[in-house]
């Protein structure tokens, strides 16, 4: 950006409420890339404390701060691209692979809104390689294909297998905060599933069946005491929840 240029980034962001979510379904409720955000914001938060409170001894520990930091920005990139529905984003590896460049485009386009004494700062938190920030958001295209450790095969969506990104013991954790940010990304689209059906839409009900096989597939402690002791909440009303409270 230049020097006597207003800083767009952050007033950017603020336009993360006008992409809306699962635009080839049918939705009761619409929902949008800020609303999404904050859900994951919220469950990537929640999966860390459970994590440290519950299971202590499981390693590695992560900062409940930064994994919401990485959360906030975790779909950032949408701004630009919109949200592309899975089905035509992976539709074969060539479209993946091609959207992926796009999204990199997309986040090297939004850092380079910061100041440049900025950049590295916020670049940490978006699935790019810091390296390939420019004074210009016209990066050419074969710049902007690399990405970071964060990244894995240039791309950041929670619709790649959990079990494809690691299940050593001797995890990262730069790693596993990416597996727990896929955990809360499919925690929040399961969710998003249930109040659809519950308010009788059943456009929804092969998304849930699938995601929710996806979660039960995985081994995270945390993922299954968050699917054991808060999932069956979101089937509740109000009163319910509230009844629950008082006894």
Known sequence: MKDDYPVTFFAMLYRMKYIERWGLMRNTEKENLKEHTFDVALLSHALCEIRQVYFPEEQPQLNSGQVVLYALYHDASEIITGDLPTPVKYFNSQMRSQYSNVENYAITHLLNMLPEKLQQQ??????????????NSNSNENEISASNEYSINQSNSADIEISEIIEDKGISERKYLQKMLKQADRLAAYIKCIIEIKQGNTEFADAAEATKAKL????????????????????????QLQGMQSE
Do not use: G, H, R
């Open 216 to 239: 039960l597939k995985d081994s995270s402690p945390e993922l299954q005491w968050f699917i054991k002791n808060v999932l069956p909440a979101y089937q509740l009303n109000l009163d």
């Open 122 to 135: 916020y670049a940490e938190y978006f699935p790019c390689d810091v390296n390939i920030l420019s004074k």
